[in-house]
């Protein structure tokens, strides 16, 4: 990337790829560090979707696992596994969101609350401690997120590197107690379960760090990126009820403007003509959801922020916060449940305030908010006067 490019990129990283985007002569366009992107809806669709983009392996566990048929197992076993263990969230989120100060630190806030309220679930208590311990750290210390500074960077992959080394030590230890079911029963227990016999202890190692990664990081900054905007497009007014929008139509409309996973790519295949440029065989063909979202083909004023437009149907454009077709992420419905859970319970009885925010996202491996403070102000309420939470 030349160095003008660099800094433009720095400076707002999804102005910049929509720009790329409106100055594009093809469907698909060459990106500054290397690959493509579909510009035009109907190809980045077409990416997701077709046989022929879709036929191997998915990227997100990479080699990690032997087939299809293993990443499928895999991803249905966790998703299982968070589903049952809703009920369980929600309880935790009523007791850790009375907890949380006044006026916290956000996004940070939000993936300790998501953390807190699964951990358990993530890792049962009688797991080994020091397990325990580094990966609460982790949820501090720039694990879910790629930082854009080089020193946190390092600091992450040493932390990343203690985390495998127990983990590795803890996969030989149940591996040879064996999994039970009627017992204690986690990711880790989920994703021995689901894994092929033959996958190494270092393999379901990565996988763990990859999974607990994935849920707190997406769900942690859904509910971060959901009370940024709804706190910075609706100032708090009537006590108890901080904004005028159900929370499922916040949450949604917030992955749609601000979306987690910025960018994904799909290898081509063999040698083809696709969306006006000749493409070769392993060059990476991406698809960025940013863009979808903001198509003003398909999305009525796609730059505003605007919840009310879940209650029309006919006024959506495509929607894909955990990417579609094939690959489209086993839990998707359920990470949708527990960011939306997370968010009722805070504005719950609650007069929200966003301080020192903004719209502009850090942007790395996916797209965060920058730093803010929410205040929380506890409302007492009369039962006719509670806000509706779903």
Do not use: K
Request: proline share 9%; glycine share 8%; with cysteine.
């Amino acid at each position: 990337m030349a160095r003008g490019d660099l800094r433009r990129f720095h400076r707002d990283p999804l102005g910049f790829l929509e720009d790329l985007s409106r100055r594009r002569s093809t469907d698909v366009f060459p990106l500054p560090w290397g690959g493509w992107c579909a510009g035009d809806t109907d190809a980045a669709l077409t990416v997701l979707r077709a046989p022929e983009f879709n036929a191997g392996l998915s990227t997100f566990y990479g080699s990690l696992l032997p087939s299809r048929a293993a990443q499928i197992e895999v991803g249905h076993g966790v998703r299982n596994l968070i589903r049952a263990r809703l009920p369980e969230y929600r309880d935790n989120l009523a007791e850790a969101v009375p907890r949380l100060p006044a006026a916290g630190r956000w996004p940070e806030t939000g993936t300790a609350l998501v953390y807190e309220c699964t951990a358990d679930l993530l890792l049962h208590p009688a797991a080994a401690p020091e397990l325990r311990r580094l990966l609460a750290r982790s949820v501090r210390a720039g694990l879910l997120i790629r930082s854009p500074l080089i020193r946190e960077r390092a600091r992450a992959e040493i932390l990343r590197v203690r985390l495998l080394a127990a983990l590795i030590r803890h996969i030989g230890q149940r591996r040879n107690e064996g999994v039970d079911p009627s017992g204690p029963y986690d990711l880790l227990d989920a994703i021995l379960d689901a894994c092929p016999p033959e996958t190494t202890d270092d393999a379901v190692a990565e996988l763990y760090v990859l999974l607990f990664r994935s849920i707190v990081g997406n769900v942690g900054y859904a509910v971060a990126w959901t009370v940024l905007l709804a706190g910075l497009h609706h100032a708090p007014s009537t006590p108890g009820a901080p904004w005028p929008w159900p929370t499922d139509w916040i949450v949604r409309e917030a992955a749609r403007h601000r979306p987690f996973v910025w960018m994904v790519g799909r290898p081509v295949p063999h040698p083809m003509q696709f969306g006006g440029v000749a493409l070769r065989p392993g060059e990476i063909v991406s698809v960025s959801p940013y863009l979808l979202h903001h198509d003003e083909r398909h999305w009525r004023r796609p730059d505003a922020f605007d919840p009310e437009r879940w209650a029309d149907p006919g006024a959506r454009g495509p929607y894909l916060p955990f990417s579609a077709g094939p690959f489209i992420c086993a839990g998707a419905a359920v990470a949708q449940t527990m960011a939306t859970d997370a968010v009722a319970a805070l504005a719950a009885d609650t007069r929200l305030t966003v301080l020192g925010g903004h719209t502009r996202p850090m942007v790395t491996n996916a797209v965060a908010p920058r730093p803010f403070t929410l205040s929380r102000t506890t409302e007492l309420l009369t039962r006719s006067h509670a806000p509706e939470r779903r």
